[in-house]
Protein backbone atom coordinates (compact mmCIF):
# COMPACT_ATOMS: atom_id res chain seq x y z
CA UNK A 1 0.00 0.00 0.00
CA UNK A 2 1.24 3.20 -1.07
CA UNK A 3 1.95 6.21 1.58
CA UNK A 4 -0.74 9.05 1.88
CA UNK A 5 0.48 12.07 0.46
CA UNK A 6 0.29 15.67 2.75
CA UNK A 7 -1.82 18.51 1.22
CA UNK A 8 1.29 20.52 1.32
CA UNK A 9 -0.78 23.87 1.58
CA UNK A 10 -3.13 22.84 4.64
CA UNK A 11 0.43 21.47 6.19
CA UNK A 12 2.01 25.09 6.23
CA UNK A 13 -1.50 26.89 7.92
CA UNK A 14 -1.94 23.77 10.21
CA UNK A 15 -0.53 22.22 13.31
CA UNK A 16 -1.42 19.20 15.32
CA UNK A 17 -2.16 20.01 19.50
CA UNK A 18 -0.63 17.59 22.18
CA UNK A 19 -4.52 16.27 22.08
CA UNK A 20 -4.16 15.54 18.78
CA UNK A 21 -6.78 18.68 17.94
CA UNK A 22 -5.74 21.26 14.79
CA UNK A 23 -4.54 24.63 15.24
CA UNK A 24 -4.84 27.59 12.59
CA UNK A 25 -4.15 30.91 12.55
CA UNK A 26 -7.30 33.72 12.46
CA UNK A 27 -7.91 35.36 9.74
CA UNK A 28 -8.47 39.52 8.87
CA UNK A 29 -4.74 39.94 10.36
CA UNK A 30 -3.31 40.39 6.83
CA UNK A 31 -3.75 43.76 5.65
CA UNK A 32 -5.51 47.25 6.39
CA UNK A 33 -4.77 46.62 10.12
CA UNK A 34 -4.85 51.00 10.57
CA UNK A 35 -8.45 50.55 10.81
CA UNK A 36 -8.94 47.89 13.22
CA UNK A 37 -8.57 48.67 17.13
CA UNK A 38 -5.10 47.43 19.33
CA UNK A 39 -7.15 45.47 21.24
CA UNK A 40 -8.51 43.61 18.29
CA UNK A 41 -5.31 42.99 16.66
CA UNK A 42 -3.79 41.55 19.66
CA UNK A 43 -6.12 39.31 19.73
CA UNK A 44 -5.75 38.19 16.43
CA UNK A 45 -2.67 37.26 16.83
CA UNK A 46 -4.09 33.91 19.30
CA UNK A 47 -4.26 30.52 17.57
CA UNK A 48 -7.53 29.08 16.81
CA UNK A 49 -9.12 25.74 17.02
CA UNK A 50 -10.24 24.25 13.65
CA UNK A 51 -13.76 23.37 13.77
CA UNK A 52 -15.36 20.41 15.24
CA UNK A 53 -17.26 20.13 11.64
CA UNK A 54 -14.43 20.97 9.35
CA UNK A 55 -11.92 18.64 11.55
CA UNK A 56 -12.00 15.14 9.79
CA UNK A 57 -12.45 17.05 6.20
CA UNK A 58 -8.58 18.49 7.17
CA UNK A 59 -7.63 15.49 8.80
CA UNK A 60 -7.81 13.95 5.44
CA UNK A 61 -5.38 16.58 3.94
CA UNK A 62 -2.64 16.07 6.80
CA UNK A 63 -2.60 12.38 7.72
CA UNK A 64 0.87 12.53 9.29
CA UNK A 65 0.71 16.09 10.54
Do not use: C, F, N
Amino acid sequence: MPKMKTKRGAAKRLKRTATGKLKRAGAWKQHKLEGKSPKRRRKLRKSKMVAKADERRLQVLVPYL
